[in-house]
């Protein structure tokens, strides 16, 4: 007798194990487009691997492997992806991957508009959307900024997030300038990236008061499942990646959420982020039409976001859906304790909570091969110089598990 797992229709994972483990949890067998020896292809929920390092590069021969894949299968697999280069490939390509799998995705032009900054502003403006005061940019080589009538301080960010931002961003997502002069400072490394960006009014306020909606809208328009939460702690401490999140209970930021998701007609997931200023203001600061990291901890606590995407898709019943447990917590263990540290947590304090966590993205002992065989040995193996390597059996490049289920 087959398990459900066998069953099921195979869901095609562009993602880490934040994206896995719900998949995995609702009994829905994955196959990872992962870079070989990630921790995604070593998971017990994962069946097969296809091998893909760069998402922003070889978009044409990794659509061929990928509509290669699906067709080979019994019936078409459902198609996630995490990442911006991810989101593109699959709405530029969405006749030909239609071929294969099965997928939501938002309208072609919202993705374009939510994916590039400059376009985002653009429609915020049309629609009237609660966005900060944002100009475009384009620093000139030798030039100096101009008055932009922006209260300081401001904060820089990239039109979209690719290789050019690390030389002038590093880490984090966006930088920040507290005057005029300090972004006078700043002018010559951003003229240097050759991009455009944006200049944008911070809200005043350390990162715990950035919140968040999170939400899967079917196709009638339907609220199939949705949840708020806020961050927690990031990486770096400012402007940094989300290192420890927690699940609210924020009314105020669900009716925004469902309001703006109305207003622009979005079908699919989507994450809407906001600044909560001083006075209690929502900010929206950005809306991504992807699947996402915060949808590990939705579904330990009751709102499974991707697999009311899989049964939608295979006309299976929905999974049961109750109102997400606010205070659940999911944290990066180990960028999450150098988060702490700058931050100022103790040890004695951070420990404990981190061993609370009711989501976690690194080890899990349902499900520890990614973490022991995956994110281990990959540390291990670059502080040893590379002789580790040389102790451990070649894994295949694909995974050799259940390859046609």
């Not at 896995?20 to 609702?26: D, E, K, S, T, Y």
């Not at 101009?146 to 820089?156: E, I, T």
């Not at 009314?251 to 994450?271: I, M, N, Q, Y």
């Amino acid at each position: 007798m087959k398990t459900p797992s066998e069953t099921l229709p195979l869901a095609c994972v562009m993602g880490d194990m934040d994206l896995v483990r719900p998949l995995g949890l609702a009994g829905i067998a994955c196959a990872v487009v992962a870079a070989p020896g990630s921790p995604p292809v070593h998971s017990r929920f994962t069946r097969t691997a296809i091998p893909w390092k760069d998402f922003w590069e070889g978009g044409e021969e990794l659509v061929e492997a990928l509509v290669r894949f699906g067709s080979a299968q019994p019936e078409p697999p459902v198609l996630y992806f995490q990442e911006d280069s991810q989101l593109l490939l699959v709405s530029r390509q969405r006749e030909r991957l239609a071929r294969a799998f099965r997928f939501v995705v938002a309208d072609p032009e919202l993705v374009e508009d939510f994916v590039d900054k400059g376009r985002f502003q653009a429609l915020a403006e049309r629609h009237g959307l609660p966005v900060p005061a944002t100009r475009r940019v384009h620093p000139a080589a030798g030039g100096r900024p101009a008055d932009f009538g922006l209260r300081f301080p401001v904060v820089v960010k990239p039109l979209t997030r690719d290789r050019r931002w690390s030389a002038i961003g590093g880490a984090g997502k966006a930088v920040r300038a507290e005057t005029p002069e300090a972004l006078r400072d700043l002018w010559p490394r951003l003229s240097a990236a050759g991009a455009e960006l944006l200049v944008q009014e911070l809200i005043p306020g350390p990162e715990t008061r950035m919140e968040s909606y999170h939400v899967y809208v079917d196709e009638r328009g339907g609220v199939a499942g949705e949840f708020t939460g806020r961050k927690v702690r990031t990486l770096p401490p400012s402007l940094g990646h989300s290192t420890a999140l927690e699940l609210s209970e924020a009314p105020d930021v669900a009716v925004l959420g469902r309001a703006l998701v109305r207003k622009l007609g979005l079908r699919g997931v989507a994450k809407l982020d906001f600044k909560r200023a001083p006075d209690g203001t929502l900010h929206l600061l950005e809306i991504n039409p992807r699947f996402n990291l915060w949808h590990h901890l939705g579904a330990v606590a009751g709102v499974n976001l991707p697999a009311l995407v899989h049964a939608d898709m295979c006309g299976s019943p929905r999974p049961a859906v109750s109102p997400a447990r606010a205070g659940a917590t999911w944290c990066r263990p180990l960028d999450d304790w150098r988060a702490a540290r700058a931050a100022g947590v103790p040890v004695s304090e951070w420990l404990p909570w981190m061993l609370r966590c009711d989501a976690n993205a690194s080890l899990d002992w349902r499900d520890p091969m990614p973490c022991l065989n995956g994110e281990v040995y990959q540390r291990a193996r670059r502080l040893s110089g590379g002789w580790l390597r040389r102790l451990r059996p070649r894994a295949p490049e694909t995974a050799p598990r259940d390859a046609g289920a």
